[in-house]
């Protein structure tokens, strides 16, 4: 079966944007002209280029028209798969260790969302424990990830875990402070798109997905005390780490 013929413009401007017809950061050509060349009514080609913009390979910018996307070179953040720790208390990633807290933490109490709810493993609506950070350059002050705490209130109703400052070592400290640790950690690496709020806060162009990093944090007995949902831009950034050899993949001889 034949694509619809918006999905045919579509990749046919696609492949023009690949071969470097419209470089980076120039316009494509006007809704009028990509119909008229196309032989599509006008409603056709903005489906087309909609197409573009949710794919993220361009932008539509109100009096400058349908912008090729500047691709930047992804920054790596470099996962050791160890935990450090500098005068502010532990830390996870050295590529992010100077960014810092834009703004006051957000605190409050509402329903985890389901995956989270799933980890942390309270029902369906069960109130928790909020705890949202929006990071960046502290020299800038440009966004550049989005970290929520999500902590059973069971553990964190009634004391220190709810309160705007946690003092020094933030929640972590506090929670071994408490008889908690130590604590243990894991991560899980995905992506989702974003939300229409996590957009505007971190500034992202249509169709760019979030790379997400969800951490559980876990008692020794294995209790799970809070999931930490880190979000950045997924064209900005990327995950890595080093690979080594295991006892079985020594070089022949």
């Known amino acids: 079966m034949n694509d619809p013929a918006y999905r045919q ?14 470089p980076q950061g120039t316009a494509l050509p006007k809704i009028t002209d990509i119909a008229a060349a196309a032989g599509i009514a006008k409603q056709t080609a903005r489906e087309a280029v909609a197409e573009l913009e949710a794919e993220g390979l361009v932008e539509v910018i109100r009096r400058r028209g349908t912008i090729v996307r500047i691709r930047q070179v992804k920054r790596r953040l470099t996962r050791a798969r160890q935990v450090f720790r500098d005068e502010r208390g532990y830390y996870f990633d050295p590529t992010a260790q100077p960014w810092a807290a834009l703004e006051a933490s957000a605190i409050g109490w509402g329903p985890a969302p ?26 800038t002050r440009r966004p550049l990830q989005l970290a929520t705490s999500f902590l059973p209130a069971t553990l964190a109703r009634g004391n220190r875990l709810a309160e705007k400052d946690t003092g020094p070592g933030g929640i972590y400290d506090l929670l071994e402070a408490m008889g908690h640790g130590p604590l243990v950690w894991e991560e899980a690496v995905g992506a989702r798109m974003p939300t229409p709020t996590e957009a505007v806060r971190l500034a992202l162009p ?10 559980t944090t876990t008692s020794p007995d294995g209790q799970v005390l809070e999931v930490n949902d880190t979000r ?6 990327e995950i890595g780490y080093s690979v080594t050899r295991h006892p079985s993949a020594e070089p022949a001889r």
Do not use: C
């Open 114 to 139: 389901r995956d989270v709810a799933i980890v942390l493993g309270t029902g369906p609506g069960e109130e928790v424990l909020i705890r949202d950070r929006i990071m960046g350059d502290p020299q």
């Open 232 to 237: 950045m831009s997924a064209d900005e950034f």
């Open 9 to 22: 413009v579509a990749a046919d401007l696609r492949a023009a944007i690949e071969r470097g017809q419209y």
């Open 206 to 215: 249509k169709g760019i997905p979030l790379l997400r990093i969800m951490r």
